[in-house]
């Protein structure tokens, strides 16, 4: 019945896995093509191809744990402690890349009037730049303390002293109080993004049904794939942060492999599914991706 259960949720994790790499390797993909034609790129576009480029990352880190857990034996310390490091630098920039993102749609998409939002507004590419630099504090520590753990891990079995015991403790504490710190903030912002282009949808359907122009006006369609892409990024950065401090700070956790499985099929989930969800949500890439389809349907 366990191997059953461990079967299925490895046959997940290849799945998502390779329509994860298939969707963040499609909108990579058509916005480099679109660059090359164009000879530019907008910020909303960089963006979508840093996050694009992240998850991939994302998804081979996450993909190499789970062969870790399986054979070990297969891994050197040091191709473990280059690959958490990875992990680390690409789960950071898929979290606040997205978080960013949710911003920019906030600065570009929501009507305020306020002289403070206007100014946000013609700055938005140095307020996304100012957040993402701001960021680089987490991961620094972020990626200090995996080092850190990684070397305690690789001594712990050289002795059984009290100090060290006490000394791993604190790093797991380290490792996963800057994890919840970093993603909190980032979760904050967005759901704050969130809020405020709610209120700017409402502003704008009373102020369409006062002039008598109906709510079905080009703007409003807008707001709303906006709001499905900041609400789907906020359901699935839910998703993935419990599922990595169940992974982080219960122990247990890593010796039953049936729950271990599952929650790295909950966190490859957060990495494929936004993907298509941000395909969908943009009307160039949504574009493409049915062109595909049709070619695919014609061949």
């Known amino acids: 019945m366990i191997s059953s259960i461990l079967s299925i949720l490895f046959i997940l994790i290849i799945g998502e896995f390779v329509l994860g790499n298939f969707f963040n390797g499609f909108i990579a ?3 480099c093509i679109d660059w090359v034609k164009t000879q530019k790129i907008s910020c909303t576009d960089q963006i979508l191809t840093a996050l694009a480029a992240s998850k991939i990352g994302l ?3 996450q993909d190499y744990i789970v062969w870790n857990l399986i054979n070990p034996a297969l891994h050197s310390p040091e191709v473990r402690t280059i690959a958490y490091i990875a992990w680390a630098v690409s789960s950071h920039f898929s979290v606040w890349l997205a978080t960013s993102l949710c911003i920019l749609y906030l600065l570009k ?3 305020f009037s306020s002289p403070f939002s206007l100014r946000l507004k013609w700055k ?3 307020v996304v730049l100012i957040i993402l630099l701001g960021s680089f504090v987490f991961l620094v ?4 303390v995996v080092i850190i753990d990684e070397k305690v891990y690789m001594n712990e079995y050289k002795g059984n002293f009290t100090w060290e015991t ?3 403790d604190m790093v797991h504490l380290s490792n996963i109080t800057i994890f919840i710190l970093a993603n909190f903030i980032s979760f904050t912002m967005s759901m704050t993004a969130f809020l405020l282009l709610i209120f700017s949808l409402w502003k704008h359907l009373r102020k369409m049904l006062l002039s008598g122009k109906g709510s079905q006006d080009p703007s409003t369609k807008v707001h709303i794939r906006a709001l499905q892409t900041v609400i789907s990024f906020l359901f699935l950065s839910v998703i993935y942060f419990v599922t990595q401090i169940t992974l982080t700070w219960n122990s247990n956790t890593l010796k039953n492999r049936s729950v271990f499985m599952l929650c790295q099929v909950l966190a490859v989930l957060y990495a ?10 943009n009307k160039k890439l949504r574009q493409a991706f ?7 349907r014609c061949w």
């Open 29 to 31: 993909l058509v916005n």
């Open 59 to 61: 998804l081979w880190t």
């Open 109 to 111: 998409i929501a009507n």
């Open 124 to 126: 938005a590419k140095r």
């Open 141 to 144: 520590c972020h990626i200090a």
């Open 166 to 168: 006490n000394f791993m």
């Open 272 to 281: 494929s599914s936004h993907s298509f969800i941000l395909i969908w949500g």
């Open 290 to 296: 049915l062109s595909f389809l049709w070619q695919l």
